[in-house]
């Protein structure tokens, strides 16, 4: 007789059972970012790990994973995970939770609020302070078919505009008065809301059924029947800095634009904005449905002003050891002065006076070193009265790096030209001084130049210039 054995196995099946949440929604912060979930488990090993998903599509065809904080085990078969959701979380109303085993993959049903949904609101408030828009100003108008943007203004120093935060969306609302409740007129939007019809106006952060500090300042809009104004707005402030470039004016929404400066018509300028580093009193039309809104503004600039109280051209006689004061005047705030000789620095020349002994180019540098830093240049020549000789080899690198002449041939009746060896005419005038030829800088070759000078009796004299380094 054969005994016959049958062997049966039972194999677990590997199954993730929700438990209904301690929560009807989820409204996180900086103060408070931890909820708890649990679940029974069923066919899992005891080193299995488990993550905590957010969605807000039914498929979970994007989920949005959530930070660990801890994982408590409460039986055999059943955890509790302590998680935190992202501070970059785009908010919805239209969130589901999962828990989802990391190597399997195998994921739980939806998970049930205490209120009994499987769908909830999840929100990150990562901004939660008030903030304003239209530059804080109270009121504003437009034309009769026309409209007015309001926008939420850009972060400052006094103002923690939510604008840096991308992922955050807003509401805007008109108020109805103390009687009637507010009327949510766009919803889900970004920084900026366009009017169409007169009322009181202001935004709030979109956090959904999330309670929330993040909401602006009311605006009046009113619909004027005739020519209104219009505020320009400097990107750069007014008044400006020269230093950082061009200042770009922009004035609210129009349908045409005509911009003009000191009252003169800026050809080409039909845009809501204009770019410019001129100061100057800047002005524009817009067009706005049946009428026209005017604005002015007085862009000014933090620049300086230095001047020298000598000449470019000045003589000195170096034999009889004649000196010179030049002396700066400027309105520059906390100016630094830096004196030059042929191109280097002269140490301990620091004051806005510097007295002259030597012939030679000068520059004389001011600079504004504080709110808006900006550099002049001030550039002078001193000439020798005791020259007798006319130089015919230049350095660059001297004191004197540019060709003077004797004074005697310095006036409306004398003619000096200089060529160059290719016969390309630097100069041919008379009344010369250095000043009237800037001597380039070179590589290798050093450079020839020819004169001719010319006397009022018909008297040349000729010879060449060697410039050298």
């Known amino acids: 007789m054969v005994t016959l054995f049958l062997i049966t196995s039972k194999v677990n099946s590997q199954v993730i059972t929700p438990m209904t949440l301690p929560f009807e929604k989820i409204c996180a912060d900086s103060n408070y970012n931890e909820f708890n979930v649990t679940f029974e488990i069923q066919g899992f090993s005891n080193s299995a790990s488990y993550v905590v998903e957010l969605s807000d599509s039914a498929d979970f065809s994007n989920p949005v994973t959530t930070t660990i904080l801890s994982t408590t085990d409460l039986a055999v078969n059943r955890k509790t995970i302590k998680f935190a959701i992202p501070q970059d979380l785009v908010g919805s109303e239209k969130y589901s939770l999962r828990i989802k085993e990391k190597v399997s993959g195998i994921a739980s049903p939806l998970f049930p609020s205490y209120v009994g949904s499987k769908i909830f609101s999840v929100y990150y408030k990562i901004h939660n302070n008030q903030f304003t828009i239209n530059n804080l100003k109270p009121t504003a108008d437009y034309c009769i078919g026309g409209s007015y943007v309001l926008s939420i203004d850009a972060a400052t120093e006094s103002n923690n505009s939510p604008l840096k935060y991308p992922s955050l969306r807003y509401n805007w609302y008109k108020n109805n008065g103390l009687l009637l409740p507010e009327t949510l007129v766009a919803s889900d939007t970004k920084g900026t809301y366009t009017v169409t019809e007169p009322g009181t106006y202001y935004a709030k952060t979109n956090y959904g059924t999330c309670t929330s500090n993040s909401y602006s300042n009311q605006v009046t809009i009113t619909e004027s029947t005739g020519d209104s104004n219009v505020a320009i707005v400097s990107s750069l402030g007014n008044p400006f800095c020269l230093t950082d470039g061009e200042t770009t004016l922009s004035v609210a929404a129009g349908t ?4 003009f400066r000191d009252n003169v018509l800026i050809e080409g300028a039909i845009n809501q904005t204009y770019s410019t580093k001129i100061p100057g009193v800047y002005s524009v039309v817009v067009g ?21 109280d000598i000449p470019k051209e000045n003589t000195i006689d170096t034999q009889n050891d004649q000196t010179l004061e030049a002396n700066i005047t400027t309105n520059a705030e906390a100016p630094n002065y830096k004196w030059y000789l042929g191109g280097v620095l002269i140490p301990d020349a620091v004051s806005n006076t510097y007295l002259i002994k030597t012939a030679g180019t000068y520059k004389a540098v001011v600079t504004q070193t504080v709110n808006c830093i900006a550099t002049k240049e001030l550039n002078f020549q001193v000439s020798d009265l005791g020259l007798k000789d006319i130089p015919n080899v230049i350095s660059l690198s001297s004191a004197i790096n540019s060709w003077d002449i004797p004074v005697v041939y310095k006036n409306a009746a004398t003619n000096v030209t200089i060529i160059s060896s290719q016969g390309e005419v630097i100069f041919n005038g008379v009344n010369y001084t250095p000043s009237k030829w800037e001597i380039k800088d070179f590589k290798s070759v050093n450079p020839v130049y020819y004169y001719i000078i010319t006397t009022r009796d018909k008297q040349e004299k000729k010879g060449s210039i060697t410039i050298i380094k």
């Not at 045409?256 to 911009?259: D, F, T």
């Not at 706005?288 to 020298?308: E, K, M, P």
């Open 288 to 308: 706005i449905g049946s009428c026209q809104s005017t604005g002015s503004i007085n862009l000014q600039s933090n620049d300086f002003t230095a001047v020298l």
């Open 256 to 259: 045409n634009y005509k911009w």
